[in-house]
């Protein structure tokens, strides 16, 4: 895990496109310096980022980060076998507040559905720029308390409490407590 860059990733999988930065940044949404200063590991984008970009390579997070993973038709999965869509983009933190860990059940492509393991540690947040993209999802808080917020609609959600909307509101995710909330959550067709 520590021989990985996200920006030496996302710089080799823009030039095998025939992309230059700014083409990417223009299919991305994003400024043409973001680009920049992640290929050159001079800035550590956030999850929301990171996908915003990746969808201007049509890529998963998946795709990125596990790139050799096997295609498994496997129905049972253990913990060891959730697919990490987040680790590496935290590996240089050595506090964990702020991070977000997105552990995904099998391959999300191959059934058009995408169920995630979700850990937000106290600060994590998706991001000021909310999220938004042609799916549907839901969830659960299993642990601990998340802000979900849907628009222009806004709630703490605590262990038990659950949200499923249109996912092309736009949308945002933050741990405003001083605990880690836990989240399972389902999305179709899959976003990450």
Do not use: W
Not at 36 to 42: A, D, L, P, V
Not at 159 to 170: K, M
């Amino acid at each position: 895990m520590k021989d990985f860059s996200v920006g030496d990733r996302l710089r080799q999988m823009r030039q095998t496109a025939g992309l230059s930065q700014r083409q990417l940044a223009e299919a991305s949404g994003v400024p043409h310096g973001q680009i920049s200063m992640i290929e050159t590991n001079r800035s550590s984008p956030s999850v929301a980022s990171l996908r915003k970009i990746l969808g201007g390579l049509s890529v998963t997070m998946s795709e990125f980060f596990e790139p050799d993973a096997p295609v498994s038709q496997s129905v049972f999965f253990k913990p060891q076998d959730l697919r990490d869509l987040t680790t590496r983009l935290y590996s240089t933190l050595d506090d964990p507040r702020g991070k977000i860990t997105l552990q995904q059940v099998g391959d999300a492509k191959a059934h058009n559905l995408q169920i995630l393991h979700e850990r937000y540690e106290p600060g994590a947040d998706t991001g000021a720029q909310m999220l938004e993209h042609v799916s549907h999802e839901g969830g659960i808080v299993i642990a601990g308390e998340i802000e979900v917020t849907v628009g222009e609609q806004s709630a703490v959600l605590k262990a038990g409490d659950s949200y499923l909307f249109d996912s092309t509101q736009p949308h945002r995710f933050r741990n405003v407590s001083d605990r880690e909330a836990v989240v399972v959550s389902a999305c179709t067709p899959p976003y990450l």
